[in-house]
């Protein structure tokens, strides 16, 4: 009977095992719905089972409580991780910390657990930025549109621009270059700013970690960056180290 972590975004649903050495295994993803979670697909198989489930969710109420009830038919026991004060090391900036998204909480959590000034860029529907300090104190962050949220809103406002499609350029000659362009280019330039005031900040050069299934589009642009796609449940892993039930 094994340990499951699942992280429910706004876009995607992933999940893996965790393993008794705290690690994670391998990362499986499915598309939102029921349907979808309980069918599962051919690469990624059916919603697994085991003894305890440890939930992260920023969904919208409807589709959580839909995961929590399919969750509770495969598992013994279900947790639902929650944004904290103080967890694992880190100390959030929020006055409310319930305000903060369990998903930032919990890559902050992840990343803390590397150590040092790090800057946590998750690439998801929403932009989010927050910086945190060597000694786990976090000093806020940014939420903007992801590109990808961008290019939906500008296309349902003029659908004559497509809501994907094109490459970056830095000064492009066609409307869907110039669409990826601008995006990717605004979602770049808002990380540069945030690593500079970071920098200003902490009289140091934070580390910059990048993840969220929008990120890969981004890497190339920002070289120093390092990806980590399982930060948020790397997170949930050392939050459910912290709050487990034997």
């Known amino acids: ?76 026991q279900v947790h639902v991780a929650e944004s904290r004060a103080e967890c694992a090391g880190v100390r959030v ?65 003029a659908a004559q621009l497509p809501a994907s499609g094109g490459s970056y350029r830095e000064f492009a000659d066609d409307t869907d270059d110039a669409l990826a362009s601008g995006c990717d280019g605004a979602a770049v330039a808002l990380i540069e700013r945030s690593l500079r005031q970071g920098q200003e900040l902490l009289g140091r050069a934070p580390v910059l970690l990048l993840h969220g299934g929008g990120a890969p589009a981004l890497q190339e642009l920002l070289p120093q960056a390092r990806a980590h796609p399982a930060l948020v449940l790397e997170g949930l892993a050392l939050w459910a180290s912290v709050h487990g039930i034997a």
Do not use: C
């Open 93 to 157: 900036a929020y006055a409310q910390p319930q305000r903060l998204g369990v998903d930032r909480f919990l890559a902050l959590l992840g990343a803390r657990a590397m150590g040092g000034d790090v800057l946590v860029a998750g690439v998801g529907t929403a932009l989010t930025i927050d910086l945190l300090g060597a000694d786990g104190v976090h000093h806020g962050g940014r939420i903007a549109a992801s590109p990808t949220l961008m290019r939906q809103a500008l296309h349902q406002r």
């Open 1 to 76: 009977m094994s340990d499951w972590l699942f992280d429910l975004g706004n876009s995607r649903f992933k999940a893996a095992p965790w393993q008794a050495d705290g690690g994670i295994g391998q990362l499986l993803a499915w598309p939102h719905g029921a349907d979808a979670l309980v069918a599962g697909d051919a690469s990624q198989g059916s919603l697994p089972r085991g003894r305890r489930a440890w939930v992260a969710s920023v969904a919208a109420p409807a589709l959580t409580l839909q995961l929590l009830s399919l969750l509770r038919e495969r598992f013994d």
